[in-house]
C-alpha cells in the first residue's frame, strides 16, 4: 500500500486508508485505484465536492454482500462539482488506465444518447471488487426518467428493446470482464408485494420482469424489509452485524457526521449466478468533504 507518513491529523484519510489495511492486499489494489482516479492523493481525500453517492456526501461508498466476501467498493470517477454528462467518458478512460477493456463504441453512444435526454445527477461511476487475485471493474450508468424509453436508439444487444418494459429503471451496471449488464430498479407496488416471496426463495427472483438477457436488481429501503419475510429481515440484520463488528469505523464515522445513526445507505436485492437472492449495502466511506476541517 502507499508509504504513509507517521500519524498525523493533519491528514484526512486515516480510517480510511486503516480500513483498507484490513484487506491486504486488496485494499493495496484498491487504494492505488482510487489514487488513479483522483479521488484520493497526496493530502489524503481529494478536495472534492459532496457526493450524491452518499447521505454523508462522501464520493466513496464500501459494498456489503451477503454473498460476496471480497473487498468491494463504488467510486466517483471526478469532482462532483464537474458536469456530469462528461463522466462516461471519463469512467470509461478510467476503465482502460486500470486495465480493462471499457465498453464497445455502440453500447457508449445509446448510453450517450439516453443521457441526452435529461438532466443526471451523477452521469457515471465506478465499482472496484479485489479478492485478493485481480481487480474488477463495473460501469455503472445512470438512466434519468427521460431515457426510460430506449428501443428507438440502438437495437444492441446488451440492451434490447424490451428496456421500455420497465418504467422505474434508474441506473446499469455493465460488468467489465464478463459484459453482462444488469439493470437496477425502484419497484413498483406490485414487485414490492411479491418482495417476501421472493426473498424466501418460495418464488424464482424471475418473477422480476427480467428484460431480455439483462437481469434486475431492486433498490428496497429498511421499511420495504421490515415488511417482507422474516428470512430477508434476517439477512439484513446479520449483514450490519458483520459491519459493526468487523469495520466499526465505518458505523463511528457515521455517527460523528450525521448523529443518532446506526446505519445508513443503499440496500439492494439481485439475483446470484446459482439463483439464489443476494442483499447488499453501500456504506459511505470515512470521508472529511472539502468544507469540514481536516
Given at each position: 500500500?502507499?508509504?504513509?507518513?507517521?500519524?498525523?491529523?493533519?491528514?484526512?484519510?486515516?480510517?480510511?486508508?486503516?480500513?483498507?489495511?484490513?484487506?491486504?492486499k486488496a485494499g493495496d489494489a484498491i487504494e492505488r485505484a482510487l489514487y488513479k482516479i483522483g479521488v484520493m492523493d497526496h493530502t489524503g481525500w481529494a478536495r472534492w465536492?459532496?457526493?450524491?453517492?452518499?447521505?454523508?456526501?462522501?464520493?466513496?461508498?464500501?459494498?456489503?454482500?451477503?454473498?460476496?466476501?471480497?473487498?468491494?467498493?463504488?467510486?466517483?470517477?471526478?469532482?462532483?462539482?464537474?458536469?456530469?454528462?462528461?463522466?462516461?467518458?471519463?469512467?470509461?478512460?478510467?476503465?482502460?488506465?486500470?486495465?480493462?477493456?471499457?465498453?464497445?463504441?455502440?453500447?457508449?453512444?445509446?448510453?450517450?444518447?439516453?443521457?441526452?435526454?435529461?438532466?443526471?445527477?451523477?452521469?457515471?461511476?465506478?465499482?472496484?471488487?479485489?479478492?485478493?487475485?485481480?481487480?474488477?471493474?463495473?460501469?455503472?450508468?445512470?438512466?434519468?426518467?427521460?431515457a426510460s424509453d430506449m428501443s428507438g436508439l440502438l437495437s444492441h444487444s446488451l440492451i434490447g428493446a424490451d428496456h421500455a418494459a420497465n418504467q422505474n429503471v434508474t441506473?446499469?451496471?455493465?460488468?467489465?470482464?464478463?459484459?453482462?449488464?444488469?439493470?437496477?430498479?425502484?419497484?413498483?407496488?406490485?414487485?414490492?408485494?411479491?418482495?417476501?416471496?421472493?426473498?424466501?426463495?418460495?418464488?424464482?427472483?424471475?418473477?422480476?420482469?427480467?428484460?431480455?438477457?439483462?437481469?434486475?436488481?431492486?433498490?428496497?429501503?429498511?421499511?420495504?424489509?421490515?415488511?417482507?419475510?422474516?428470512?430477508?429481515?434476517?439477512?439484513?440484520?446479520?449483514?450490519?452485524?458483520?459491519?459493526?463488528?468487523?469495520?466499526?469505523?465505518?458505523?463511528?464515522?457515521?455517527?460523528?457526521?450525521?448523529?443518532?445513526?446506526?446505519?445508513?445507505?443503499?440496500?439492494?436485492?439481485?439475483?446470484?449466478?446459482?439463483?439464489?437472492?443476494?442483499?447488499?449495502?453501500?456504506?459511505?466511506?470515512?470521508?472529511i468533504g472539502c468544507d469540514q476541517p481536516h
Open positions: 500500500m502507499f508509504t504513509l507518513a507517521p500519524a498525523n491529523p493533519a491528514r484526512s484519510d486515516l480510517e480510511w486508508c486503516w480500513f483498507l489495511r484490513g484487506f491486504g465536492q459532496h457526493s450524491a453517492l452518499t447521505e454523508t456526501g462522501a464520493p466513496v461508498a464500501v459494498q456489503f454482500s451477503t454473498h460476496d466476501q471480497a473487498l468491494s467498493v463504488i467510486t466517483e470517477v471526478e469532482n462532483p462539482a464537474q458536469d456530469p454528462k462528461m463522466r462516461l467518458s471519463t469512467a470509461c478512460k478510467m476503465i482502460t488506465a486500470l486495465g480493462g477493456e471499457a465498453p464497445e463504441t455502440p453500447f457508449r453512444e445509446v448510453i450517450s444518447a439516453a443521457q441526452g435526454s435529461s438532466p443526471l445527477t451523477f452521469g457515471a461511476r465506478l465499482g472496484l471488487r479485489h479478492d485478493n487475485n485481480a481487480l474488477h471493474l463495473t460501469l455503472y450508468v445512470e438512466l434519468p426518467e427521460g441506473m446499469l451496471a455493465y460488468d467489465v470482464q464478463t459484459k453482462h449488464v444488469t439493470l437496477f430498479s425502484i419497484p413498483d407496488t406490485e414487485t414490492l408485494t411479491q418482495l417476501p416471496a421472493v426473498c424466501a426463495r418460495k418464488q424464482p427472483v424471475a418473477t422480476r420482469r427480467k428484460l431480455g438477457t439483462e437481469d434486475t436488481a431492486y433498490k428496497v429501503t429498511q421499511n420495504d424489509i421490515s415488511s417482507a419475510d422474516t428470512e430477508i429481515l434476517a439477512q439484513l440484520t446479520s449483514l450490519k452485524q458483520r459491519v459493526h463488528q468487523r469495520h466499526a469505523c465505518l458505523i463511528d464515522h457515521l455517527q460523528t457526521t450525521v448523529p443518532n445513526a446506526t446505519f445508513r445507505g443503499d440496500i439492494w436485492i439481485s439475483e446470484q449466478a446459482d439463483g439464489e437472492t443476494a442483499l447488499s449495502i453501500d456504506i459511505a466511506a470515512p470521508w
